[in-house]
């Protein structure tokens, strides 16, 4: 009896506070659209007593139940819709451009390249400075050439880097040594799916587990050299036996690519989808959207960032194939963006809402303002796009 009274002086408590807009009401001072209104119903609808009735299964049955209509009003409102749809291409562009294959993978990718492994690790860590050098420039010029401009220029320069660093990557294997024997049925051919998958070359044999290159043969061996005697498997006149990786004369175009793939990054696709997701969405939408927008980031993020190694085998897309993919997405995302991105640059945030806007919505707007007595008013688009208000 004692924690029924307790409970019942709690909730009138509430009811009162809430009955003299001092609870559950600071949103309207803010220009909510009538979210805390609910709420504070759904306060006042609480059971007053325990009476057998699960009060914290109630609240959670309620906020659920909140939480999917406000996730079908966001849906439902046309030009959030809109900017929803960009905001969340954003993020998926900005990870399937490849970003955390490099960052991720750093140094396997420079290893590709046929860098020895402590080479590959201070190489890694030089280029990761490359992105903070471009972030810097992000900070320096937003507002000065636009969130646009910014995007839409590193987008095309990081599609020029995708191309470029598998371009090394294709140089790397056709400029390797040419295989001109074969010693075991192992070291001939492999599985692929996007070429022939014969060892042509010194590249080709170092990507199939257990063969070695030396003189033009491909055999079957380990790190210390051929299972069978170098002298009876390989020429005499024979260079140095290879294993995991061939001479590479193209590696330095995979740093500079790598380089200014992180620069060109950071300066628009690395901090601006954050920037522009905090700005497009309406103030009654903008919480529950960017949670979308930042669900669809990591999403996206864990999915090339897991699926990276497999694509880039010989026995799937290859190295250079795996970055030219990225590279298509780059430029498809280009060329979205080009056409769905607005420019955003200073302007204010009722202004930004009303770029998502269309003369076919034919949308009304409640604008509450009931701390200062005023009539709600209704916000119409006229046949211009601009936003009307009715007396």
Known sequence: AEANNELDEIIDSCRSSAGDGDFLNTGNANGDTGEDEDMRDETQSVPSSYGG?????????????????????????????????????????????????????????????????????????????????????????????????????????????????????YLSRIASEPVTSIEGDVCGAQKAMVWSGITSYCYDCAQIDGCGFCGGVCTPGNDSGPILSKDAVCPATSSAWSYNSCTNPYGWAAVVFMVGYLLAFGVGMGALPWTINSEIYPLKHRSLAVSFSTAVCWIFNLVVSATFLSISSAKVLTSYGAFWMYGIIAFLGLVWLYFALPETKGLHLEEIEQLFLRPEDNRTVRENDTRSGRSPKMTQVAPNGALTLDS
């Open 53 to 169: 009735v699960d009060t914290d299964g109630y609240m959670a049955a309620q906020s659920q139940d909140r939480f999917f209509t406000r996730v079908y009003h966001m849906v439902k409102d046309p030009g959030t819709r809109r900017a929803l749809t960009l905001g969340c291409g954003l993020m998926a562009v900005q990870q399937l451009s490849g970003i955390n294959t490099v960052m991720y993978y750093a140094a396997s990718i420079y290893q590709m390249s046929n860098f020895d492994e402590i080479t590959s690790i201070w190489l890694s860590g030089f280029t990761a400075l490359a992105q903070v050098v471009g972030i810097g420039l992000s900070i320096y010029l937003v507002e000065r050439q636009g969130r646009r401009t910014l995007v839409l220029t590193s987008l095309f320069f990081v599609t020029l880097c995708l191309f470029g660093l598998g371009g090394s990557f």
